[in-house]
């Protein structure tokens, strides 16, 4: 049978997932070599969770993430070598290198950071999804986040309001079945968080996140009905991670044989036996990406390694800034380069046009087209 | 306005000028939004927003969930998003609950993304005791809000800063709480007709004089304002200013005047440990401790949580007669 995805989908899925192994690798090194420091948590075994998420959204969508964020930056087009550099702590790096590992933000490809306090940034997504709606914009925000964050207050509080609202919000739960060293079901009285939106009549499913081109139709299908302002959807991405909770963890709370185990679900050659079982591709094509995407990565590096430290005066800047000063564009900034930096319409601009209570008459109306919510 | 013509004044109540605030930012820029517990259908906790929900819908004067820390966080997110959100939060106690998204979130995110994100967001918090509703209702924690960095911290004291801090919150790319004392809504004042914002960086001399300052914000202004009058009759004058901003500070104005009367008296509705008026008197030891004729003396709250008994909460609060005998204190025995 013939693939139902193009060669071109199936290449660039690939690729992006290997740009992730092959930057967290590196990136593990580096740490080793005190290049690196705080804490670093690498993303190795859930590529597939945020390249086959990315790939069924617009490049305009807006996107936030915990602190195992190195990730969905690179697969929006962040460029890899200031990621690199903000890992290094460098000038170059996105923030300036006053964010880390934990904080990566590239909003230049609407990438609104990575956060460090578990399940702080799913109010936010609330925020901006509801930014967009109230702006007539089509646009969905996807929010990731992990299994353990589904115990924080903010995801149930969240939740209510999102659900309640019918905000055009994807959480993404990224369910590695370890919140830090602690397995989910010794802490969770309902451990598939999935469950848990139907307490707020929201739409909630599991995902294979694992398989990429499953995460990828599952996703597809989410953002069609968030896009079509039916409301939030939880996607609850049954996922691994195949080294510890951070760089430094050995990860000793958990058999080595069910590491094995999972080790033989890696996304990677999965997506591309699929490939080359469908013929779509020759096993030559694999091998000159995994040749580029190392090249890529090691230019990433020595990028980092050859920046220069921030200066001290860096660290008064960015607290306060006065009314009119401009955004930062770490592109232009570093690289030179004129980027497109997103706009939002101003007081003038934006004109206010809807009735009172539209989502009510929204719902009342699809109650007669006979939708089901 | 040709000389001598008075402009036309209006008296408004402190909770009036706020709503024509936030009607003038709703009106003014479709960015604007105002949610919060209670502010739509039942026309806000302290009556601030009653009317909003017919004039302007139910998209932009949104009730919330119970939910601070969400509603807040969301706020920040619109905010991010290019929006102007007003967010109201009942009481600053509840406030607390939206502690983690004010603190590591809206005042990092600047700095944290190397100044890629701004998060103009205007936080209104009601604040202070006074109403007898105990001691999960009637703190002031504007201070705590003030130790940190990447936000501006607003207490309107006066009717006119009442309608003029919003607006200019609002311009701030930045985050801004503005806390207003709750026993300040029923106050009266008068405006001029056409009043507008003001603008927010500066402390006001409300009362000059030149034996001692008093330095104050808030609902405390009123209290410290009477406690001058009572000076003026021992033939003390007091100068009375209002900080206005409590983040950043205006060091300027606040050492000009200490340095004018050499005496100063800090009055702060906050507990005096690691307080606001904390900072005040270390600032001016740093930098004013020359020009001091005697020690700065504290006026606060006392350290307790604040009783519901109308006697207790009056003797737990810094009061004119207490200001005043700390002004006493700092003249020394011809007035102790």
Known sequence: ?373 | MPPGERKAMVRMTYREAVRAAVREALHRDPRVFLMGEDVGAYGGCYAVSKGCLAEFGAERVRDTPLCESAFVGAGIGAAMGGMRPIVEIMTVNFGLLALDQIVNNAATLRHMSGGQLSVPVVIRLATGAGRQVAAQHSHSFEGWFAHIPGIKILAPATVEDARGMLWSALQEPDPVLIFEHAMLYAMEGELPEDAGAVEISHAAIRRPGRDVSLITYGGSLHKTLAAAELLAREGIEAEVVDLRTLRPLDDETILGSVTRTRRAVLVDEGWRSGSLSAELSARIMESAFYELDAPVQRVCTAEVPIPYPKHLEDAALPQPESIAAAARRTLGERHG
């Open chain 1, 1 to 373: 049978m013939a693939s139902q995805y193009s060669k071109d989908l199936l290449l660039t899925m690939y690729r992006k997932m290997y740009l992730i192994r092959r930057f967290e690798e590196r990136t593990g090194q580096q740490y080793t070599q005190a290049k690196i420091h705080g804490f670093c948590h690498l993303y190795i075994g859930q590529e597939a969770v945020a390249v086959g998420a990315n790939e069924a959204l617009r490049p305009d969508d807006y996107m936030l993430s915990g602190y195992r964020d190195h990730g969905q930056p690179l697969v929006r087009g962040a460029d890899a070598g200031m990621v690199m550099a903000e890992l290094f702590g460098r000038g170059t790096g996105y923030s300036k290198g006053k964010g880390g590992s934990m904080h990566i933000f590239d909003i230049e490809h609407h990438f609104y950071g990575g956060y460090g306090i578990v399940g702080g940034q799913i109010p936010l997504a609330a925020g901006m999804a509801f930014a967009s709606r109230y702006r007539n914009e089509d646009r969905v925000t996807v929010c990731f986040f992990g299994d353990a964050a589904a115990n924080q207050g903010s995801f149930h509080e969240t939740f209510n309001m999102a659900a309640k609202w019918k905000l055009p919000v994807i959480y993404i739960c990224e369910n590695n079945r370890y919140g830090m060293g602690t397995a989910i079901g010794r802490v969770s009285a309902e451990p598939e968080i999935h469950k848990r939106a139907s307490a707020y009549r929201m739409r909630g499913e599991t995902v294979d996140g694992m398989d990429c081109l499953k995460m990828y139709d599952a996703m597809k299908d989410a953002v069609a009905y968030c896009r079509a302002g039916k409301g939030p959807v939880l996607l609850e991405a049954l996922t691994y991670r195949f080294r510890g909770h951070s760089v430094v963890d050995p990860a000793r709370y958990r058999p080595a044989e069910e590491v094995e185990e999972e080790r033989k679900n890696d996304p990677l050659p999965k997506l591309k036996d699929y490939t080359l079982k469908k013929k779509l591709a020759a096993e030559a094509e694999f091998d000159a990406i995994d040749e580029e995407v190392k090249a890529q990565v090691d230019a990433a590096v020595k990028f980092a390694d050859e920046s220069p430290e921030p200066s001290v005066d860096e660290l008064w800047r960015d607290t306060i800034v006065e009314p009119g000063e401009e955004d930062v564009r770490p592109r232009e900034r570093v690289l030179g380069m004129k980027v497109k930096w997103p706009s939002y319409p101003s007081g003038q601009e934006l004109k206010v046009t809807w009735d009172l209570e539209p989502r009510e008459k929204a719902e009342r109306e699809d109650k007669k087209a006979g939708l089901a919510r």
